[in-house]
């Protein structure tokens, strides 16, 4: 019913709702979130799809399918997401294993019965530890500190954003087991002290004090690390054995290090996944294992675009200068995609295929493709002035439905096809040097905002759409309409 209220008071094309976890009483209390969006037919709205996020489906992610050693998390180690309420958002791993844990932490009869009822710990299992509470204040980092299980860990957390939610991802191990190889050098540095005072007893003071140094280094680089410092580097130049036990401990911080960056690129993966989850079903069709991924994505506009007198230029300027020339006009289109959001799908010297609506849904994806080409024109008038050559560029832009997907195995790119590109295509073709051609569709949604001009229907065997020229040059700069 939130959801349905929220999607009722903001129904406009494109949009969406998500609302957190709370316990759905039609569903016997199952804790539930829900994603909602508007349907509709033509410009009427007729309905509004609810779709139920699935448990599973994020315990999944959050257990690596309960494979915790293989993804590298050892006996103890877990990934969980926590609610603003400071409650889980996910199943916790020794809950998994030991639905017996709970009543050894003390937690209170009612919540074990509760989460026996309803078989998750989903808004039921508090969690009020230092990392938690850091998370969700907008806060990321790395620390040592008790778990809801009130036992040391090694915490590494961070926000999760995800617009509508405010989660905290934290990804912990016990100290007892993240520094085992720490203890376990510890005793034998130890021995290693105890019996070289044994054998080294009857040696000179001088003697013995130059012995001690490296290993005073190396008790102190141990001291660090148990500290969490990680970046200890300890210098022995000795080839004795302390200087085998520098270069074991050298290369057990180095390991140590390797997983500590493991557990926060873990962190990012899953932050990733879980955003393309949330949205629709690639995530989920990747994480089973396909291959091929294709998807129709609606309200995109593609921009197809050629440059005139690019031939020209390579037989009368030299390759470095072409080079340069490219360069330039690469960088001002990287520039203008990012200013805009538009996303580059194929380039190369004479012509470019762009795309908004792709990454990001937008109610003004057609505005920002117009603008998108204006801002192209005015770069290439700039490097006519700029460089004394004569490049003229041509553009098409409609507005539909496209098909994109993943293409290859090796070597991937990601591709788009579909009527909408080859209507963009045909009006590439038919426009003039430094003019942009839209379709009506294109037309009807930026008609009051830039002035145009209906082109004439060119002469060919099969007939073209209806085209408007946008007029963005005048006197050679390209402006606003």
């Known amino acids: 019913a939130e959801v349905l209220q929220k999607v009722r008071a903001n129904p406009d094309r494109g949009t969406s709702e998500l609302i957190d976890f709370e316990l759905y009483r039609p569903g016997y209390g199952i804790p539930t979130a829900f994603l909602g969006a508007p349907l509709y037919n033509g410009p009427h709205l007729v309905g509004v799809l609810l779709i139920q996020i699935s448990i599973a489906e994020i315990d999944s992610i959050m257990t690596y399918s309960q494979n915790w050693e293989y993804a590298g998390l050892g006996k103890t180690g877990e990934t969980y997401l926590v609610g603003s309420d400071l409650t889980m958002r996910s199943n916790s791993r020794f809950l998994i294993e030991d639905p017996e844990l709970l009543k050894s932490l003390g937690t209170p009869e009612r919540t074990i019965q509760m989460i026996g009822k309803i078989g998750t710990s989903i808004l039921i299992q508090h969690v009020a530890s230092a990392a938690a509470q850091a998370a969700i204040q907008n806060e990321e980092g790395f620390l040592m500190t008790d778990d809801y299980r009130h036992v040391p860990v090694l915490s590494s957390y961070q926000p999760l954003r995800i617009e509508g939610l405010q989660w905290a991802l934290i990804n912990e191990m016990d100290q007892a087991e993240a520094f085992a190889p720490v203890r376990a050098l510890e005793q034998q540095l130890l021995i290693s002290i105890v019996l070289m005072m044994i054998l080294l007893a009857f040696v000179a003071v001088l003697t013995a004090w130059w012995f001690m140094r490296p290993v005073n280094t190396l008790i102190e680089g141990t001291r660090q690390v148990s500290a969490g410092k990680y970046d200890v580097a300890v210098k022995i130049a000795?080839?004795?054995?302390?200087?085998?036990?520098?270069?074991?401990?050298?290369?057990?911080?180095?390991?140590?290090?390797?997983?500590?960056?493991?557990?926060?690129?873990?962190?990012?993966?899953?932050?990733?996944?879980?955003?393309?989850?949330?949205?629709?079903?690639?995530?989920?069709?990747?994480?089973?294992?396909?291959?091929?991924?294709?998807?129709?994505?609606?309200?995109?506009?593609?921009?197809?675009?050629?440059?005139?007198?690019?031939?020209?230029?390579?037989?009368?300027?030299?390759?470095?200068?072409?080079?340069?020339?490219?360069?330039?006009?690469?960088?001002?289109?990287?520039?203008?995609?990012?200013?805009?959001?538009?996303?580059?799908?194929?380039?190369?010297?004479?012509?470019?295929?762009?795309?908004?609506?792709?990454?990001?849904?937008?109610?003004?994806?057609?505005?920002?493709?117009?603008?998108?080409?204006?801002?192209?024109?005015?770069?290439?008038?700039?490097?006519?002035?700029?460089?004394?050559?004569?490049?003229?560029?041509?553009?098409?832009?409609?507005?539909?439905?496209?098909?994109?997907?993943?293409?290859g195995v090796n070597k991937m790119i990601y591709e788009m096809w579909g009527e909408t590109v080859n209507i963009a295509s045909y009006l590439n073709d038919d426009a003039g040097p430094n003019t942009i051609l839209v379709s009506q569709e294109v037309y009807e949604r930026l008609?009051?905002?830039?002035?145009?001009?209906?082109?004439?229907?060119?002469?060919?065997?099969?007939?073209?759409?209806?085209?408007?020229?946008?007029?963005?040059?005048?006197?050679?700069?390209?402006?606003?309409?």
């Open 238 to 407: 000795t080839k004795d054995e302390i200087g085998s036990l520098a270069d074991s401990f050298n290369s057990m911080v180095q390991n140590i290090r390797q997983q500590t960056n493991l557990l926060e690129q873990k962190n990012r993966e899953i932050e990733r996944l879980l955003l393309n989850l949330l949205p629709g079903a690639a995530a989920r069709r990747v994480l089973k294992g396909e291959k091929h991924i294709v998807d129709q994505v609606q309200q995109v506009s593609v921009v197809y675009a050629s440059v005139i007198g690019f031939q020209e230029l390579v037989k009368n300027k030299e390759a470095q200068e072409v080079a340069d020339i490219l360069q330039d006009l690469s960088l001002d289109v990287d520039e203008a995609a990012t200013r805009y959001d538009i996303d580059r799908l194929t380039t190369t010297g004479q012509r470019f295929i762009a795309a908004c609506g792709l990454s990001a849904q937008y109610l003004d994806h057609s505005r920002r493709a117009a603008e998108f080409g204006l801002a192209i024109l005015r770069t290439v008038q700039r490097l006519n002035r700029k460089h004394n050559i004569n490049l003229n560029l041509r553009m098409g832009i409609h507005s539909g439905t496209v098909t994109a997907g993943v293409i």
């Open 447 to 481: 008609h009051d905002q830039y002035v145009f001009q209906r082109s004439k229907q060119p002469h060919r065997d099969q007939p073209r759409p209806v085209a408007w020229m946008l007029e963005g040059v005048v006197n050679g700069e390209a402006v606003k309409g």
